[in-house]
């Protein structure tokens, strides 16, 4: 299983570099907007919704999604704003009350607001910062994830939220932390980090943007709970679905972007 995620997550790393260096931006757009529908998809399928319900709700979230993404009009505010309470209070607030059923209603608003805010800030931030820039934000998530995951397993005792996702546990999360932390400091100190202004922004992002990534990891992890699958999809060997993937990533790109623009 081990090689399974490793092989699979080369690859992705490869095809992530030809996209964000390669392709136009109206097509790196238009890509992101894609393959997020997929997540999309999954969840509605996680929740049992009919064929129509499925296809009507992928493309809602496409047509919705390209608004943000096209429309010649800046729209940044409203989804700092959505991001900041989705990732600051619902989710904490789903995680705490831990609701043992979701309406569709509601999985379908959660699915839209999660996969358009992370699609929006991906696409924005790869044209403000540049590629490398958005890369070194994504790779917090994916820094965070591998330290917790390795680290946790030899480590870990006692369990983050056991009723959640009996896995994590409190030193994987640490350790996570202080792998980003550092992973920041040498950004810093060679100055690769244009959204690093000064030392103590490190520390800030670094504690902030992994604590939201273990919400983001949680906050899925309840929802393939209270669904009753393991994975959310099987398209990727090794990692399960789209949304497996990209659990915590929607939810640090979207709070990095509130981050950034100073409202946070």
């Given amino acids: 299983m081990l090689w399974h995620r490793v092989v699979t997550s080369l690859i992705l790393l490869a095809l992530t570099l030809v996209v964000f260096f390669l392709v136009p931006e109206p097509m790196f757009i238009v890509i992101a907007i894609l393959l997020s529908s997929i997540g999309v998809y999954e969840l509605s399928r996680m929740y049992n919704f009919d064929i129509t319900n499925q296809i009507g709700l992928v493309v809602v979230y496409i047509l919705f999604t390209s608004m943000l993404c096209f429309i010649h009009y800046d729209v940044s505010q409203f989804v700092r704003f959505t991001s900041i309470l989705l990732w600051c209070f619902v989710v904490p607030v789903i995680l705490i009350l831990q ?66 996702s009996p896995g994590k546990s409190v030193e994987g999360a640490l350790c996570g932390l202080v792998f980003v932390i550092i992973y920041l400091l040498i950004l810093k100190y060679l100055n690769w980090a244009i959204y690093l202004p000064d030392y103590a922004t490190v520390f800030k992002f670094g ?58």
Avoid: C
């Fill in 99 to 164: 609701p043992k059923n979701f309406s569709k209603g509601i999985i379908s608003v959660l699915a839209i607001v999660t996969f358009s805010a992370g699609v929006y800030t991906l696409t924005v931030l790869h044209v403000l910062l540049g590629a490398w820039q958005l890369l070194s934000i994504m790779s917090i998530a994916w820094i965070a994830d591998i330290g917790a995951y390795f680290m946790g397993r030899k480590f870990g005792k006692h369990k983050l939220a056991k009723a959640i």
């Fill in 207 to 264: 504690i902030t943007l992994v604590a939201v990534s273990v919400l983001g990891d949680l906050f899925e992890s309840w929802l393939k709970r209270v669904a009753g699958v393991k994975d959310s999809g099987t398209v990727l060997p090794g990692h399960g679905g789209v949304f497996d993937r990209v659990d915590s990533l929607v939810a640090v790109l979207a709070i990095a972007f509130a981050l950034i623009r100073g409202y946070l």
